[in-house]
């Protein structure tokens, strides 16, 4: 009974923690604040989802933009080559509570529509950039950096053409994929228009369907090997769209195929939202210890317990 009594604490503080949104997008050094889940809507070009907690199943239709995602109200500028940034943080403002499992970064063109316009179910995305492990250190992912209070990294492609175009970034967070189901996704959109002159796009074949472009049982979805270390890892999805340039032709490979993630994360000006259920009162970021489930530290009948947290 002790043990018991110990580990729902553990696995409560867990939860409030394991959920968490996009903050802030920084397109060439400009930041755009997002919006906490449901929580007050102000004018931003990142889409409101309306809860932090973590998406399941590679069909969910949450996996576009996230869950019930809302147009924005306003369309950040961009070129190509601009550096971007990502600031993910926890659902009560802390630090991103998650470090094991790749961020990728897709575009989609909304056509002649301006993308607070556009409906995202219609999108056709292709990828510009992903990240899996540390380069030179096969046992840490890039994620890390973002529990650290970095950032995530990308480029807007620096031959992509005119035009207007959503923004996708996303976080699979394996923690609890060595059980068929068991990865959740947080995926965020924002809305940008790209100038310049270039003439860069997609092909057919480097386009996707997102849900759609992943399946439950792809090998870096579901992973019993993710905390073995040195296991090679796979990137889902489609791989880097074949017009960017240094982009392979080929399938995702072990490692991080995009800028590492550096810096550390913009403040956000949003206020406290919706947070696990499991919490009953507002917390503070002093008071928050970030706790992480590893599986391969469970036994069976524990590690069963904490997934049913989550």
Excluded at 295 to 302: D, E, F, G, V
Aim: proline content about 8%.
């Amino acid at each position: 009974m002790k043990s018991t009594s110990l580990l729902i604490p553990l696995f409560g503080a867990a939860c409030v923690s394991a959920h968490g949104f996009l903050a802030t997008v920084t397109i060439n050094g400009k930041s755009y604040t997002g919006n906490v889940p449901s929580g007050t809507t102000n004018p931003s070009i990142i889409r409101q989802v309306s809860t932090p907690d973590p998406n399941k199943g590679a069909s969910n239709p949450a996996l576009t933009c996230g869950p019930n995602a809302t147009d924005a109200s306003l369309i950040g500028t961009a070129n190509p080559g601009d550096a971007l940034t990502f600031s993910w943080k926890g659902a009560d403002l802390s630090n991103w509570p998650h470090n094991t499992g790749p961020m990728l970064t897709y575009m989609a063109s909304c056509g002649s529509t301006t993308c607070d316009k556009f409906d995202d179910t219609q999108a056709k995305w292709f990828k510009i950039s992903e990240d899996g492990k540390t380069p030179g250190d096969n046992s840490t992912w890039l994620q890390q950096r973002l529990m650290n209070g970095g950032v995530a990294n990308s480029t807007i492609p620096s031959n992509l053409a005119p035009g207007n175009y959503l923004l996708r970034h996303e976080i699979i967070a394996l923690h609890l994929a060595t059980s068929l189901g068991g990865a959740e996704f947080y995926p965020a959109c924002a809305q940008i228009t790209v100038g310049g002159s270039q003439t860069g796009a997609p092909s057919a074949s480097d386009l996707v369907s997102i849900p759609g472009a992943y399946s439950d049982n792809d090998p870096g979805i579901f992973d019993p090997n993710v905390f073995t270390p040195d296991a090679p890892y796979v990137f889902p999805g489609p791989p880097i769209a074949s017009f960017i340039a240094g982009s392979s032709s080929t399938a995702s490979t072990t490692g991080a195929a995009s800028p590492t993630t550096t810096g550390a994360a913009a403040a956000s000006s949003a206020t406290t939202g919706k947070t696990c259920k499991i919490q009953k009162r507002a917390v503070s970021n002093d008071e928050v210890d970030i706790f992480v489930v590893r599986p391969r530290h469970l036994s069976r009948i524990m590690r069963r317990l904490a997934e049913s947290m989550y």
